[in-house]
C-alpha cells in the first residue's frame, strides 16, 4: 500500500468527519506497514506507556476531577461571581476572568493540555450558561491555555533546558515577559470580540454584590493560593498540586452545601469518560511521532535546510515553521526531543542566544497545540466541551494568528525574552 494512498485516504476520511484519533491511528499504523516498518509495532505498547508515564499527565485527570467538583459543588460559581463583581462592568468581563485564570493557573501543572482540561470543564460552561456562544468560550479558553507552559514554573522548559544544557532559571525568567505579553494581546482581543458581538457585561449588567460575593468565594480563592505556593515554592510536584486541588474542591463544595455523594461519583464517572477520549488521543499522537521518527524525515528536513545556506535569521524563521508543525501534531516533550537536537546546534553556531532560542522554540510548539487540524489542546477542548471539533477550529483561527503574530514578535526582537534574565544577572 503507498504512502501517497495513505494520505489521500486519510485527508478524505478527515473531511468526512472521521474521529480525530482513530484516524491519526489507523494513518499511522498503516503507515508502519507501507514503508516495511511493521516489526516495530510490537514495541508500540512500550513507547505508549512511556510516552504517558510523566507527572504532566499524571495531574490532568486530578485538574478534570477537580474542575468537575467545581461546577457541581459551587466553587467555579462562588469565584466567577466575584470576578464578576469586579470586571462585570467591562464588557466581555468573563473572558477576561478566563484570561487572567489560565495567568493564575500557569504557576499550577505548567501544562498547557492541563489548562485547557481543567479550565474547558469549569469556565466553559459557566460562560455559555452567561451568554457566551460555546464556540467563544471554547476558543478563548484554548487560547489563554498556551499562557500555561509560557510563564514559569513550565515543564517544557525544564525538559528543553535538560536536554540541550541551556540554564533553566534563565529561561524560567526569560519566560514571564512574553507571557504577559500573550496575555495583554488576549485580552484586547477579548475587549474588542466584546465590543463587536455584544457579548455579556457593561453597565446594563446585573452584578453580584462585591463584599457579599467576596465573601462567598474566600474558602475557593484559598484554593489556587495553596497550589500555586505550593508549586513555586517546590512543596508540591503539579500532581500532588492537582491531589491537593480534587482535596479542596471536596471540602469547599461540601462547606458550600451543594455537593452531595450523588455529585461526586457521577463526577468520578464523567471524569473518567472524558480521560478515556483524552488519552485515546494521547497515544494516537505518539504512535505518529513514533513512525516519523524510524523514517528519520527530521534528518532528511536537515539536509535541504544545509544545501538552502541560511542566515540566522532564516534559520529562526524555519524553525518556526517545523517545530510550528510538529507542536501540530505531536507531543510537546516528544517534539523537542526529536528536532531540538537536530536544529539547536546549527542555530547556536550561528550565534543566536540559546535562551532566546529556547523561549521561541517553547512559545512555538506550545502555540502548535491550538493550530489546526490536530493541535493537543483542540483536540482535547472538543472532548471536555463536546463540541464539534469543526466548529472550534473556526472558532480559533483568529486567536492563532494572533499568537502566531506574537511568536514573530519574539523571533524578530530578543530583547523581550532577554530584558530579565539579564536585569537577573543570569546571562
Not at 543566536?352 to 522554540?361: R, T
Request: some cysteine; aromatic content about 10%.
Amino acid at each position: 500500500m503507498p504512502v501517497s494512498f495513505i494520505l489521500f485516504g486519510t485527508a478524505v476520511a478527515l473531511f468526512a468527519g472521521t474521529a480525530i484519533a482513530y484516524l491519526i491511528g489507523a494513518s499511522a499504523i498503516l503507515t508502519f506497514v507501507a514503508v516495511d516498518k511493521a516489526q516495530f509495532i510490537a514495541v508500540l505498547p512500550q513507547r505508549l506507556f512511556s510516552q504517558l508515564d510523566s507527572f504532566a499527565f499524571l495531574a490532568m485527570p486530578l485538574f478534570i476531577f477537580a474542575g468537575d467538583l467545581m461546577n457541581r459543588g459551587g466553587v467555579a460559581a462562588a469565584l466567577i461571581d466575584f470576578c464578576m463583581s469586579l470586571f462585570g462592568r467591562l464588557k466581555g468581563g468573563l473572558g477576561h476572568v478566563n484570561i487572567a485564570t489560565s495567568v493564575f493557573f500557569a504557576g499550577v501543572s505548567g501544562s498547557a493540555t492541563a489548562d485547557a482540561a481543567a479550565l474547558g470543564n469549569s469556565l466553559v460552561p459557566e460562560m455559555e450558561r452567561r451568554g457566551y456562544t460555546r464556540e467563544y468560550a471554547a476558543a478563548i479558553t484554548g487560547a489563554s491555555s498556551i499562557i500555561g507552559p509560557i510563564i514559569p514554573p513550565s515543564s517544557i522548559m525544564i525538559f528543553y533546558g535538560a536536554l540541550m544544557g541551556t540554564n533553566v532559571t534563565a529561561l524560567f525568567a526569560a519566560g514571564i515577559l512574553p507571557g504577559l505579553l500573550l496575555a495583554a494581546v488576549l485580552m484586547a482581543m477579548n475587549a474588542y470580540f466584546a465590543h463587536r458581538d455584544d457579548h455579556p457585561g457593561g453597565k446594563g449588567m446585573d452584578l453580584p454584590a462585591l463584599w457579599p460575593s467576596f465573601r462567598r468565594a474566600v474558602p475557593a480563592m484559598l484554593l489556587p493560593v495553596i497550589i500555586l505556593g505550593g508549586t513555586l515554592f517546590g512543596i508540591m510536584t503539579p500532581a500532588e498540586a492537582a491531589a491537593v486541588a480534587v482535596l479542596a474542591a471536596l471540602l469547599i463544595g461540601i462547606g458550600y452545601g451543594q455537593l452531595k455523594w450523588a455529585d461526586i461519583r457521577e463526577s468520578l464517572v464523567r471524569t473518567g469518560v472524558m480521560l478515556g477520549g483524552v488519552f485515546i488521543l494521547l497515544c494516537a499522537i505518539s504512535t505518529f511521532s513514533y513512525i516519523a521518527a524510524l523514517l528519520q524525515w527530521p534528518q532528511a528536513i536537515q539536509a535541504v535546510v544545509e544545501r538552502w545556506g541560511l542566515g540566522p535569521l532564516g534559520y529562526l524563521m524555519l524553525i518556526n515553521v517545523i517545530f510550528l508543525g510538529a507542536g501540530m501534531a505531536m507531543d510537546v516533550k516528544a517534539a523537542v526531543a526529536l528536532f531540538a537536537p537536530i536544529f539547536v546546534p546549527a542555530a547556536l553556531l550561528m550565534g543566536i542566544d540559546p535562551v532566546h532560542l529556547g523561549i521561541v522554540i517553547c512559545f512555538n510548539i506550545t502555540a502548535g497545540l491550538l493550530s489546526p487540524p490536530l493541535g493537543a489542546v483542540l483536540l482535547i477542548l472538543s472532548t471536555v466541551v463536546n463540541m464539534d471539533y469543526w466548529r472550534l477550529i473556526r472558532a480559533t483561527l483568529p486567536f492563532f494568528f494572533v499568537e502566531v503574530l506574537i511568536l514573530i514578535v519574539l523571533t524578530f526582537v530578543p530583547e523581550i525574552s532577554l530584558a530579565l534574565p539579564r536585569a537577573l544577572g543570569l546571562r
